[in-house]
């Protein structure tokens, strides 16, 4: 094998990682009959999943680039093409129960073949809803599939629990939808926009990650751990540079960017993560540099997470990012905060958009029911709470901190601390 099993400097070691998305696209394609009782249509090209490229080019619907129409304060989308460029697998850490990870690697990512120092992958790390969160919203996703039906009828996800983590449920709802959401059959709605077109639409080559959430209570697991997710970012460079690279002696780079996002419950989940690992001074305090926020769980007071109260008292030590997309103006609180003791003026309720070069770290999208119109409700859905990573996704991405400098066609990250770590490898 070319490359090394532990990084170049801190020799972290890399988590042994098994590549089993052929085992997920067979249980993908044969959805047990539940699931087909429901109406759940398995697209065609998930038979053929490793020889595909998501998203495929055909129009998809996106957001316009400003979040919110200036004029008219509302939420407008637009349909648009988009060339393909990520390619998926499916990894499981350790053993036959250990946990699953979908990547989707860009193609338009620069990995010279000829470079024995390749640079780090760009990760961002999105966190789904636990399935905790998925039942009420069932008949929101599919409203005319249940047209009529009582509630005590309408089947829950994730119900089935024999095999984990390889059961169709967990792989359909938290992989597959996420890459590429699939419409009811009976609808007549466009197809909304998976994550990876989300990103290669932002052109910002990201290497999406989706770690499987087994239960509020498990979180993510193994990777809960700052530490350990390190070894997993290590786990997933290797495999992909092991794929794509050829070199007599590859070094394997340190991890030097994580973004994490997080959905509705989702957010709780990474708050966990925050919480646990607040104290590291390594891969936390210095590589993890962004979170987006997508809706953290609106209007409940029972149900609320304290995401955004934890990584506001972080802003002032450590150099982190936050984008926070909500309709919940009690998680807009602690952040409001921190810009009015920097003096500047912002009103939630009439600006609803606050992006300050004076104080760059904190980006707010305020967006409550009544900036998604009748025309959005209509093509999107009728809660779109549902679907804000699918609708902002995109506007978060080309808000990154990170710069990516262009070759060609291709891209690579341009880290500030690279140069640095490449000068302090011994000489060949």
Known sequence: MPFASVSAISKTPALTLSDVTDHCISILTAPPMARLSEGFVVPPWVSTYRDKIIPPDEERLYVVDDVLNPARDRVVTMLDKVPSSYVV??????????????????????????????????????????????????????????????????????????????????????FLMNIMPVNEASSSKPTLVGLPAQLKKADQPFVLVIPMVKSFQTGIDKL???????????????????????????????????????????????????????????????????YILFDPPPNNPSNRSNIVLHLARLLDKLSKHVM?????????????????????????????????????????????????????????????????????????????????????????PDYPATVKWINSLPSP
């Open 324 to 412: 926070l997309y909500g309709e919940d103006p009690w998680y807009f609180g602690p952040l409001l905060g921190l810009i009015s003791r920097r003096r500047i003026s912002f009103n939630l309720m009439v600006e609803k958009l606050f992006s300050e070069s004076a104080l760059p770290k904190i980006f707010l999208a305020f967006l409550p029911g009544s900036v998604f119109g009748t025309e959005v409700k209509t093509i999107v859905a009728d809660d779109p709470h549902a679907v804000f990573p699918s609708l902002f996704m995109k506007d978060a991405i080309k808000r990154t901190w990170l710069q990516f400098t262009a070759v060609g066609a291709q891209k690579y």
């Open 89 to 174: 697998k499916i990894f499981q850490i350790g053993s036959p129960d250990g946990q699953l990870l979908l990547v989707a690697v860009p193609n338009d990512l620069l990995l010279d073949p000829h470079n024995k120092y390749p640079f780090s992958l760009p990760f961002l790390i999105h966190l789904h809803p636990t399935p905790q969160d998925t039942p009420s919203n069932h008949r929101r996703l599919f409203p005319s599939l249940y047209k009529g039906v009582p509630d005590n009828d309408i089947p829950t996800f994730f119900k089935d629990l024999s095999g984990f983590p390889f059961t169709w449920d967990f792989l359909f709802f938290q």
């Open 224 to 290: 809960n751990s700052a530490t350990i997710l390190e070894q997993c970012l290590l786990g997933i460079q290797l495999a992909v540079f092991s794929e794509r690279i050829t070199v007599p002696d590859g070094v394997l780079p340190e991890v030097e960017w994580v973004s994490f996002s997080a959905f509705s419950i989702g957010n709780e989940v990474l708050d966990r993560f925050v919480q646990s690992n607040i104290r590291d001074t390594s891969i936390f305090a210095q590589k993890i540099r962004e």
